[in-house]
């Protein structure tokens, strides 16, 4: 499906009234790549202890967001125009990919791996809906409601039913507050992406522009933080990694995602990432899992599900029942 398939509903045509079509399977399969790639984040830092979590984060997102404009390139050359007129979303949407990793990552050390990751994650859906809805004036659907609302719990069944080695922070209200920022910046620059691929700049120059400008305000920072990776080999290789799978194809496939679906779809089948790093932690770091978060495990499955999966005999019903917003024409 191309970016002009997917642009806003025409003058007139309100969007609660457009008809509850099934999402587009594709974009749900990229979402849920870009998922399972950015859910080996931690355990790969596990292999860098003394790497700072904020050089992590800006070499990730920093590094990843260059190559991501280097390959796109000669999209972005084509569409400077477009971008040009889209600077506001392109900016904002920059500011949001720079200051994500950075607040992330700072609250998992401030509050603990599972408030800064629950906070961070679980929020994202929910701010995404709620910039779409007082931006766009778009539904909050009943089944995304429910499906992010099991997604959530599923996400605090998991962090709190221990397993992980989790060490709490001096500052647990400075970190949740920094896991909202996360969360939000998330939400921003999907919902910017979205806007600039609804104005017809294909995915491949949106999500190069975006990141590209990201990762240049990044760089600082991972100057000022980053030798650690130099000090061994593993380090590197672990800076390496981060940088090209998750955040470099990770972002790939969630910029094709997202010229295919809403952003808050996108950002409620991100709930699945959690779900791989719980699974990775056990299997590969060595750490268990109790029953409730377990439990945890299959609610994320049944959000992913629930929130993506086609409902039989639905056309033409109102979109106010329905997984998202999207219209087509």
Known sequence: MS?????????????????????????????????LAWGTTGTAASFA?????????AAAMGIGGLLQALLAFSSIRAC????????????LGALGVAIYPLAFYASMRLAGVAV???????SAPLLSALIENRLEGRRLTLRWASGAAIGLAGIALLSMGGGAHVETGGNVVAGALLGFVAGGTY?????????MMNDGIPARAT???????????????????????????INFSVGAYMALVPMFLGYVAFG?????????????????EPVV??????????????????????LIVLCLVWTTAPLPGRRGRLAGSGPGFRTRR
Request: without cysteine.
């Open 187 to 195: 939400a921003l620059y999907s919902w910017t992406a979205r806007r």
């Open 256 to 272: 094709q995602g997202l010229s295919r679906i809403s952003a808050s779809m996108a950002t409620t089948i991100t709930l699945f």
């Open 207 to 233: 999500m190069g522009a975006t990141f590209g400008l990201g990762g240049l305000l990044l760089m600082p920072v991972l100057a000022a933080t980053g030798a650690p990776f130099l000090d061994s080999a």
């Open 277 to 298: 790093a719980a699974i990775l932690a056990v299997i590969v770091v060595g750490e268990r899992l109790p029953a409730a978060s377990w439990l945890g495990v299959a």
């Open 80 to 91: 400077r125009g477009a971008l040009r007129r889209q600077r506001l979303n392109l900016v």
């Open 116 to 122: 800064g990751t629950v906070i961070s994650l679980g």
């Open 3 to 35: 970016a002009s398939e997917t642009r806003a509903p025409r003058s007139g045509v309100t969007p609660d009234l457009a008809p509850d079509l099934a999402p587009d399977l594709a974009g749900v399969g990229f979402v849920l790549f870009a998922s």
């Open 49 to 57: 202890p003394g790497v700072p979590a904020v050089a992590i984060g």
